[in-house]
């Protein structure tokens, strides 16, 4: 069982920087694969990013790629989300989420067990 818990949410205005952390509970965070994801108001959730559990190999959507940097501390059991150069469009909940998985299908929601429970990011223009 993993607990995950969200934190650094906020409002920012365009073109600002935000990290969300994500410590987890538990003594096997390293064999956990990590990833955040989004839902914006009226939309489904969708992938934005995952670091794999064995190599550290990372994989960002396109919308992402190249201003999102997702990150792990197995030491202390967190998963960060650097985001930089944000748009309105990323304004959403982001969550993030813990799996066994590895490969190159991290992108699937339906992989990952346990969720955080989300928190805020609103970007304005």
């Known amino acids: 069982q993993v607990q995950l818990v969200e934190s650094g949410g906020g409002s920012v205005q365009a073109g600002g920087s935000l990290r969300l952390s994500c410590p987890a509970s538990g003594r096997t965070f390293s064999t956990y694969t990590m990833g955040w994801f989004r839902q914006a108001p009226g939309k489904e959730r969708g992938f934005v990013a995952a670091?794999?559990?064995?190599?550290?190999?990372?994989y960002y959507s396109d919308s992402v790629k190249g201003r999102f940097t997702i990150s792990r501390d197995n030491a202390k059991n967190t998963v960060y989300l650097q985001m930089n150069s944000l748009k309105p469009e990323d304004t959403a909940v982001y969550y993030c989420a813990a799996s066994h998985i590895s490969g190159s299908r991290l992108y699937i929601e339906g992989l990952y067990a346990y969720w955080g429970q989300g928190t805020q990011v609103t970007v304005s223009s």
């Open positions: 670091i794999s559990w064995n190599d550290g190999s990372t």
